[in-house]
Each structure stands twice: as structure tokens, then as C-alpha cells.
T-cell receptor
Framework: GDSVTQMEGPVTLSEEAFLTINCTYT??????LFWYVQYPGEGLQLLLK?????DKGSNKGFEATYRKETTSFHLEKGSVQVSDSAVYFC???????????FGKGMKLTVNP | DTGVSQDPRHKITKRGQNVTFRCDPI?????LYWYRQTLGQGPEFLTY????????KSRLLSDRFSAERPKGSFSTLEIQRTEQGDSAMYLC?????????????FGSGTRLTVV
């Protein structure tokens, strides 16, 4: 069945460090791909998305590119801030489906 | 627009008791979803409504679980004869478009602890 595998943390970085969170998926067909973020004490929020191959999603300095050939959607940010401390979830939604399939999430802590 | 509201935020119940959670979606959103999240895991899909019709149910939703959305607005999720394995965060989300192309809006969740 459809699944998402992502880097598991927790990960601790210093402010201004480079961030990569790996995410790969298995799916029948071509899903839409998402990154969600959960800040402490808050609900899940959509960070960025891509709906077809080679699309790049971007928001708040974060980027991810839909790579069909490697079935990946890695999240990157060039310079993290303390305010980026959160749990990050990669997710997919199959074509024609209403269901999101999530990875396990990765907790990121950024220290000043 | 106050987002997706869930009530209660926390619920502690004894094993064997019934519990009911409520979700109020964003008012113009016609699609509503329930997910369950256990510690260290990502959310898992439980069920989905379009207006008042329940269109999809996960195999995770055993016959002890029932969800309703009687008027196509708020929804309730009831768990009968709770078990310790039901302890989790129950998340509600809503969307306007098919497949949530603009993203699903999630509530903050109801944390259930079964003792």
C-alpha cells in the first residue's frame, strides 16, 4: 500500500545551520506530496506542497522538489532559526483519494 | 473564521467507558476528516465526510468507533467500551476542495487517555 518514509529524529541544530529532512514515498500512480509542521502546542499546519513531478514547493524559506525518479520529496532550508523548532511530517495523497498518508515525523530543535 | 475547533482538549476515561469528541470545522468547508495519532507516529486516517455523507472509513475504525456529521457542519466521534489501546490524539481536519488541494486545516486535537 501507499506509504511514506522519512528521517526520524530527534535532530538538534544550531541557528543558521543547513537543514535537510529526507522523505521517500511508495504509491500507485502519482500522488500529491506535502510537508506539514507542528509547532509546540499547536495543530498541524501545511508548510508546502507539490502536486506533480518536478514541482517545487516553497514557504518560509523551506523548499522541497517532487522527484518522481527517486520517489522523494526532501525538505531543505538554508539557514534555520530557533522559531523553526517543531515536528515535521511528510505526507502523500493518492490521485483521486481524500486520505493523507503521513510519515512518522521528525522533531527538530534549533538552539541559539 | 476561528479555524477548526475540537472539544474537549483532553479526556481521561476509565477502560470500558464511552467517550464522545466534537469537531467544528471551518464553516464553509464541506469536507471533514478524522485522524488518530499515537506517540511517535504520524497521524493515521480514520474517516472522511463530504457534507453529511460518510464516504470512506479506515479499517482502523473498528465497530466500537462511530462518527457522524448530521447536518454537514460539526462532527462527533464516539468510542464505545474504550480500551487502553485507544489512548491517542484524535485530530479533526477540514477542507474546501476535493483532495484538500489548498491544504487541510487541522484542529489542535483531543488527547484521550484510557486508564
Amino acid at each position: 500500500g501507499d506509504s511514506v518514509t522519512q528521517m526520524e529524529g530527534p535532530v538538534t541544530l544550531s541557528e543558521e545551520a543547513f537543514l535537510t529532512i529526507n522523505c521517500t514515498y511508495t504509491a500507485t500512480g502519482y500522488p500529491s506530496l506535502f510537508w506539514y509542521v507542528q509547532y509546540p502546542g499547536e495543530g498541524l499546519q501545511l508548510l508546502l506542497k507539490a502536486t506533480k513531478a518536478d514541482d517545487k514547493g516553497s514557504n518560509k524559506g523551506f523548499e522541497a522538489t517532487y522527484r518522481k525518479e527517486t520517489t522523494s520529496f526532501h525538505l531543505e532550508k538554508g539557514s534555520v532559526q530557533v522559531s523553526d523548532s517543531a515536528v515535521y511530517f511528510c505526507a502523500q495523497r493518492g490521485y483521486g483519494s481524500e486520505k493523507l498518508v503521513f510519515g512518522k515525523g521528525m522533531k527538530l530543535t534549533v538552539n541559539p | 473564521d476561528t479555524g477548526v475547533s475540537q472539544d474537549p482538549r483532553h479526556k481521561i476515561t476509565k477502560r470500558g467507558q464511552n467517550v464522545t469528541f466534537r469537531c467544528d470545522p471551518i464553516s464553509e468547508h464541506n469536507r471533514l476528516y478524522w485522524y488518530r495519532q499515537t506517540l511517535g507516529q504520524g497521524p493515521e486516517f480514520l474517516t472522511y465526510f463530504q457534507n453529511e455523507a460518510q464516504l470512506e472509513k479506515s479499517r482502523l475504525l473498528s465497530d466500537r468507533f462511530s462518527a457522524e456529521r448530521p447536518k454537514g457542519s460539526f462532527s462527533t466521534l464516539e468510542i464505545q467500551r474504550t480500551e487502553q489501546g485507544d489512548s491517542a490524539m484524535y485530530l479533526c481536519a477540514s477542507s474546501l476542495e476535493a483532495g484538500g488541494l489548498s491544504g487541510y486545516t487541522f484542529g489542535s486535537g483531543t488527547r484521550l487517555t484510557v486508564v
